[in-house]
C-alpha cells in the first residue's frame, strides 16, 4: 500500500464524477459513510491495493475521479463480500466496487493491460458470443494480450489439467448462442433508448 | 418433471469436472433425481458484472426462466454461479422495471422446447435457487444422509472450507459468520471435523490467482498453513475456483510458509461419496493433483 502523502488540490476535482458517485446506491446514501474503515480492515486484498476501500470511498465522494479509476483498488477487489457485511453502515462496497469498474471501463480510464480488465474483457465477449466460457481459451487470451511471461509459471499447472482430464480443449458454444446475443443486444438497446430520453 | 433441475456453470465441465462427477454420484446414492438444465449459458461470474450491469442481469436471467420452464428447484453447486442466480432472482423480483425490460427481452428474443415448435421463453419469477449444502441437510436430512453411510471416514481430520460467496451477502441458508452445514455433512460421514478452522470463509483469491498470481498465493498460503497447523489431512471445499487455487499451486505456498506435506483438496461431495462406499473413480477422485488414498490408508479407512 502506498505510505506517500497525496497532495490534491481543487484542481484535480471532479464535482460531477462526486456527484455521480454519492449517488449511486441510492440518493446521497454514499455520503453516509463514517470512514471508520471496517471495510479496508475486513479486505483481505488491501494489502496489495494502492489504496484500501476506505480511502477509495474517500476520494471518490470528495470528486478525485482519477486517482479512483486509475487506482489497482477497483480490480483487486474480488467481490468476497467482506467488507458489504461488515460495514455499518450497510453500505454494499462490492457493488460500489462493480460499478466503478464500469465507470473506469466506460470512461476509458482503466488501465487497457492490466490483467484483470483484460480477464473482464475477454470473459464478457467470449460468453455474449458463444454463450458459455471455455476456461483454456480464456487464460490463453489473457497471456496472449497482458503478457506471456507472466503465465510461463502456470504451464506446468495447464499440463497437469489436461493430463487429468480437467482441462477441456473444446471451444464452448450454446445451441441457442444467437438467441442469447440477441437478448444482450436488445437490453442494450432498451437502455440506449431510456438514457436518450 | 424432476424434483431439481441442475444448473453445472462453466467450471464443473472444467476444471472443477470432480465436483460434477461426485455430486451426481452422491446425488443417485441417495436417490435424488436431478435433470441438468438444456442449452444452459454462463451465468456471468464476477467478470460480466464488471464490465455491463444490464447485460449480466439479463444473461443470468435466460437461466432461471429455462429452470422455470423445467420446473423444481435449480441446484448451482457452484459458489459465484448460486451467488449471482440468487442475486439476479432478487432483483428481478425487487425491481419491477428491471424484471419489464429483462422478461420483454428474453420473450422476444429466446425460446425454449423443440418438440410442438420452440415457444418464447417466460420468466414469473418462481424458481428457487439453491446449493447443494442446502438441500443436502434441509432436504435430505443429515439422518437421511447418515443412514447410507456405510464406509465411515474415521479419524480423518477435515478443514471445511466454505469459501465467501455461499455466504456472503446473502446467507439463506447457514450462519454467514460460522457456517456449519458442510460441518454437519462430513461429521455424518464420520470425519474428524475441525470445527474452529478460522479461515472457513475467507476468500480465496478467485479469478486474482490468474490475473495476479502473487496476490493469490498469499491469499491461499494462509489458508493452507492454518489448515497444516491444525493438522487438517484434507480441505473440503464447495466450489470450484476455491478447489483449484487450493491445489494447484501447493508447491509455490510451500515456498512462502511451512507445510510438513500437500494437503488434498477434496470436494465436499467427494468425501460424502466416500462415507457412501462409491468407488473412487465414480468420484472423480483420479483427477486431483495430490492424491488422497495416502492419507486415507495412513488413517486406515478403506482405500
Known sequence: MATEPMIRTEADRDPGFSAWFTDLVGEEKLRECIHCGVCSGSCPLSSHMDFGPRKLMYLAREGFAGDVLGSNTIWLCTSCYACTVACPQQIPVTEVMYALKRKAIESGRAPRRHPVVVMARRFSRMVRKRGRLSEAYLIAGLAAQSGVHRYLGLAPVGIKSVRTGRFSLKREKIERHRELTALLDTVERHRAEVEAS | ?303
Request: hydrophobic residues 45%; proline residues 6%.
Open chain 2, 1 to 303: 418433471m424432476s424434483t431439481y433441475s441442475y444448473y453445472p456453470g462453466c467450471s464443473l465441465k472444467g476444471t472443477g469436472k470432480p465436483y460434477e462427477e461426485s455430486l451426481l454420484a452422491v446425488f443417485e446414492a441417495l436417490q435424488v433425481e436431478m435433470a441438468e438444465l438444456g442449452d444452459w449459458n454462463c451465468c456471468g461470474a464476477t467478470a460480466y458484472m464488471a464490465v455491463d450491469e444490464l447485460q449480466a442481469v439479463a444473461l443470468a436471467s435466460r437461466i432461471l426462466a429455462l429452470a422455470e420452464n423445467a420446473g423444481g428447484d435449480l441446484i448451482a453447486p457452484c459458489n459465484a454461479c448460486w451467488l449471482v442466480l440468487t442475486k439476479t432472482a432478487g432483483r428481478l423480483e425487487g425491481d419491477a422495471d428491471l424484471r419489464r425490460v429483462v422478461c420483454s427481452g428474453l420473450a422476444s428474443t429466446c425460446t425454449v422446447g423443440n418438440g410442438d415448435g420452440p415457444s418464447p421463453l417466460g420468466y414469473e419469477g418462481k424458481v428457487a435457487v439453491r446449493h447443494p449444502l442446502d438441500v443436502l441437510v434441509n432436504d435430505i436430512g443429515l439422518e437421511a444422509f447418515a443412514e447410507k453411510v456405510t464406509e465411515p471416514l474415521e479419524g480423518l481430520r477435515v478443514a471445511p472450507y466454505y469459501g465467501c460467496q455461499i455466504v456472503r451477502p446473502l446467507s439463506p441458508f447457514d450462519d454467514q459468520h460460522n457456517p456449519v452445514t458442510m460441518d454437519r455433512l462430513l461429521e455424518a460421514a464420520g470425519c474428524d471435523v475441525i470445527a474452529d478452522y478460522p479461515f472457513k470463509t475467507r476468500c480465496c483469491g478467485a479469478s486474482q490467482m490468474m490475473t495476479m498470481p502473487n496476490v493469490g498465493i498469499d491469499l491461499v498460503s494462509m489458508l493452507l498453513e492454518d489448515a497444516a497447523a491444525r493438522g487438517a489431512d484434507v480441505i473440503a471445499v464447495a466450489c470450484p475456483l476455491c478447489q483449484f487455487n487450493l491445489e494447484a499451486y501447493q508447491g509455490k505456498v510451500a515456498r512462502r510458509v511451512h507445510l510438513e506435506e500437500k494437503i488434498p483438496i477434496l470436494y465436499f461431495t467427494q468425501l460424502l461419496g466416500l462415507a457412501l462406499g462409491i468407488p473412487a473413480k465414480a468420484l472423480g477422485l483420479h483427477r486431483s493433483f495430490i492424491k488422497v488414498e495416502p492419507v486415507l490408508a495412513r488413517r486406515s479407512v478403506h482405500e
